[in-house]
């Protein structure tokens, strides 16, 4: 593994603007269509689990505000583990892509003494959705999930791509709760205030126009998001169309190592409907924020944890030199780069054992 460092271009800050399209004219289109196609615009309801017609409910708890919220749990038993981890899946996943957990060797498991919970995050799969998701309430589901578990006053969080949204979420609201974090190539919300406008048009531009769009109108106009990834006229977003060609050959040799093998429930994923699941992920991904991760403060200052964010440097889906000025700004922020990686560079055979080992060992024992 290889740290990288941020280009000198990236880290010249500059004023913090609506960038690339005034959000004025997604909002003229977005009324024109919305006149001329009212009864496309609007999602159709969620396929509740345990409704009548819905998928069933079996791996629930029952949350504060009655939404239910499905976990699996992997790695030794809760009562017997020393280290215990919360993984946060990406965009178009759902709890049984725990690849952390799953791909972890056993020797390390019983090493360690590790505990993974994996859970639907809410719209996916079999966790209720929240129509009022945002980074804060996310967390709010993780914390609650971690009491009713009797997880204990602190533990690990792990959160890959979209699932970075409630990383850094636990980092802002719990910090007094998390023995540590990881981050494998998180989202990075183009839209943060103090993201310098030359960063985000860098990392922006790094993306397909389909993309570049989809991610315009999420922030601007995100009630039309639905009528975007659905309508045929033009490509809407490349995730929420399952459109693999923009991933990069690293990915691309992964995937087509994996075949069916990586998504085995793949038709479970969205089984309650695209909206509450990838278009809300876009939503809050690439929506106002209630905070800027670039204003973090280091919440392990007596060194009895540390945070990591880990990216390849060929990855399509999240531009690397975003991460690098993360990096760059947050120096307590352990930062590895991997050469020649793309978006799934953990399939790679050692690599989960690599993050994991990194994240429940001390600096001081990290060699």
Same mark, same amino acid.
């Given at each position: 593994?290889? %740290?990288?460092?941020?280009?000198?271009?990236? /880290?010249?800050?500059?004023?913090?603007?609506?960038?690339?399209?005034?959000?004025?004219?997604?909002?003229?289109?977005?009324?024109?269509?919305a006149l001329t196609y009212q009864s496309k615009l609007k999602p159709p309801p969620p396929k509740l689990c345990g409704s009548s017609g819905g998928p069933p409910i079996t791996a629930p708890i029952k949350l504060r505000d009655g939404r239910y919220l499905?976990?699996?749990?992997?790695?030794? #038993?809760?009562?017997? $583990?020393?280290?215990?981890?919360?993984?946060? =899946?990406?965009?178009?996943?759902?709890?049984?892509? $725990?690849?952390?957990?799953?791909?972890?060797? #056993?020797?390390?498991?019983?090493? /360690?003494g590790v505990y993974m919970v994996s859970f639907d995050r809410p719209g996916y799969c079999q966790s209720d959705p929240h129509p009022n998701r945002t980074p804060r309430s996310l967390v709010s589901d993780i914390e609650e999930l971690a009491d009713q578990?009797?997880?204990?006053?602190?533990?690990?969080?792990?959160?890959?791509?979209?699932?970075?949204?409630?990383?850094? !979420?636990?980092?802002?609201?719990? #910090?007094?709760?998390? $023995?540590?974090?990881? /981050? @494998?190539?998180?989202?990075?919300?183009?839209?943060?205030?103090?993201?310098?406008?030359?960063?985000?048009?860098?990392?922006?531009?790094?993306?397909?126009?389909?993309?570049?769009?989809?991610?315009?109108?999420? =922030?601007?106009?995100?009630?039309?998001?639905?009528?975007?990834?659905?309508?045929? &006229?033009?490509? !809407?977003?490349?995730?929420? %169309?399952?459109?693999?060609?923009?991933?990069?050959?690293?990915?691309?040799?992964?995937?087509?190592?994996? !075949?069916?093998?990586?998504?085995?429930? &793949?038709?479970?994923?969205?089984?309650? !409907?695209?909206?509450?699941?990838?278009?809300?992920?876009?939503? @809050?991904?690439?929506?106002? &924020?209630?905070?800027?991760?670039?204003?973090?403060?280091?919440?392990?200052?007596? %060194?009895?944890?540390?945070? =990591?964010?880990?990216?390849?440097?060929?990855?399509?889906?999240? #531009?690397?030199? /975003?991460?690098?000025y993360l990096a760059h700004k947050l120096p307590w922020v352990h930062y590895h780069e991997v050469p020649r990686s793309g978006h799934f560079f953990h399939f790679t055979k050692g690599v989960v054992d690599d993050i994991v080992k990194t994240l429940l060992?001390?600096?001081?024992?990290?060699?």
């Amino acid at each position: 593994m290889a %740290n990288g460092s941020a280009r000198k271009s990236s /880290l010249k800050p500059s004023s913090r603007k609506s960038f690339l399209l005034p959000s004025s004219v997604i909002i003229i289109v977005g009324i024109i269509l919305a006149l001329t196609y009212q009864s496309k615009l609007k999602p159709p309801p969620p396929k509740l689990c345990g409704s009548s017609g819905g998928p069933p409910i079996t791996a629930p708890i029952k949350l504060r505000d009655g939404r239910y919220l499905a976990y699996k749990e992997h790695g030794l #038993p809760r009562e017997k $583990a020393n280290r215990k981890i919360v993984f946060i =899946h990406g965009s178009d996943c759902c709890r049984h892509d $725990a690849v952390f957990a799953t791909l972890l060797s #056993p020797d390390l498991v019983e090493e /360690l003494g590790v505990y993974m919970v994996s859970f639907d995050r809410p719209g996916y799969c079999q966790s209720d959705p929240h129509p009022n998701r945002t980074p804060r309430s996310l967390v709010s589901d993780i914390e609650e999930l971690a009491d009713q578990l009797s997880l204990g006053s602190k533990f690990y969080v792990l959160g890959y791509s979209m699932g970075g949204q409630a990383a850094w !979420g636990c980092l802002k609201y719990i #910090p007094h709760r998390l $023995a540590g974090v990881t /981050l @494998v190539a998180p989202v990075v919300n183009y839209w943060w205030k103090n993201l310098p406008l030359n960063v985000s048009t860098e990392g922006f531009n790094l993306q397909q126009k389909r993309d570049q769009w989809a991610a315009r109108v999420a =922030h601007y106009a995100p009630w039309l998001i639905y009528w975007w990834n659905t309508q045929k &006229w033009f490509p !809407g977003s490349s995730i929420a %169309n399952r459109d693999h060609s923009l991933l990069s050959q690293p990915d691309r040799d992964i995937i087509s190592k994996l !075949g069916s093998s990586r998504k085995p429930h &793949w038709e479970e994923v969205r089984q309650q !409907g695209i909206h509450e699941s990838i278009n809300r992920d876009m939503i @809050v991904g690439f929506g106002d &924020w209630e905070f800027d991760p670039i204003e973090l403060e280091n919440p392990f200052l007596n %060194n009895k944890g540390s945070v =990591h964010l880990w990216q390849g440097d060929e990855d399509m889906l999240v #531009p690397v030199t /975003l991460q690098r000025y993360l990096a760059h700004k947050l120096p307590w922020v352990h930062y590895h780069e991997v050469p020649r990686s793309g978006h799934f560079f953990h399939f790679t055979k050692g690599v989960v054992d690599d993050i994991v080992k990194t994240l429940l060992t001390t600096d001081a024992e990290i060699k």
